[in-house]
T-cell receptor, first 115, second 114 residues
Framework: EADIYQTPRYLVIGTGKKITLECSQT?????MYWYQQDPGMELHLIHY???????EKGDLSSESTVSRIRTEHFPLTLESARPSHTSQYLC??????????????FGSGTRLTVV | KNQVEQSPQSLIILEGKNCTLQ??????????LRWYKQDTGRGPVSLTI?????NTKSNGRYTATLDADTKQSSLHITASQLSDSASYIC?????????????FGRGTQLTVWP
């Protein structure tokens, strides 16, 4: 049973629109992450958070921004969507560092299509 | 450069057959290796996680092995079922920084035919 929820599951939106992808977890995890995944390709880390009011950029440059006002909530925002933003966005959380032997849970993802 | 390479890229097997997926990595210093199953359009779901000292770990019909000396891992699936059709992703983490880092393979796309 998923304890990390992403909405919407699918989104088709026009170029230039502002969008927010939602991610919430009920496990009380401090660490949360956003990944971008294109078909047949590996996941790329675009943002992460150590805890409330902490956000960092990941390995892959992204025009998106994130916020962490509450432990359970880690939304991702695109101010002006472009076709190059079309991808699957996966949110994850963990009860420890990525490199640790900790539980690491992914949401079901949001498939974004910008037309 | 830390990398995770998986083979084969795709695999088709008949229901009931066994298969083995391979993962080679160059990540150092090594922390742990995870295998995930990702159904189409869904997020990855953890199958196993192994640390340096573990050689094998099972989860039902899934058995993962790890050879930390040769930096190789395999995922063996026995008595395959149609529901095993998915992408299987090998993920290696390091201890090289405070954050630690996850390195993802591109996955092996497994299709099980009836």
């Amino acid at each position: 049973e998923a304890d990390i929820y992403q909405t919407p599951r699918y989104l088709v939106i026009g170029t230039g629109k502002k969008i927010t992808l939602e991610c919430s977890q009920t496990m009380g995890h401090d660490k949360m992450y956003w990944y971008q995944q294109d078909p047949g390709m590996e996941l790329h880390l675009i943002h992460y958070s150590y805890g409330v009011n902490s956000t960092e950029k990941g390995d892959l440059s992204s025009e998106s921004t994130v916020s962490r006002i509450r432990t359970e909530h880690f939304p991702l925002t695109l101010e002006s969507a472009r076709p190059s933003h079309t991808s699957q966005y996966l949110c994850a959380s963990s009860d420890g560092w990525q490199g640790g032997d900790y539980g690491y849970t992914f949401g079901s993802g949001t498939r974004l299509t910008v037309v | 450069k830390n990398q995770v390479e998986q083979s084969p890229q795709s695999l088709i097997i008949l229901e009931g057959k066994n298969c083995t997926l391979q993962c080679n990595y160059t990540v150092s210093p090594f922390s742990n290796l995870r295998w995930y199953k990702q159904d189409t359009g869904r997020g990855p779901v953890s199958l196993t996680i192994m640390t340096f000292s573990e050689n094998t770990k099972s989860n039902g019909r899934y058995t993962a092995t790890l050879d930390a000396d040769t930096k190789q891992s395999s995922l063996h699936i026995t008595a395959s079922q149609l529901s095993d059709s998915a992408s299987y992703i090998c993920v290696v983490s390091d201890r090289g920084s405070t954050l630690g880092r996850l390195y993802f393979g591109r996955g092996t796309q497994l299709t099980v035919w009836p």
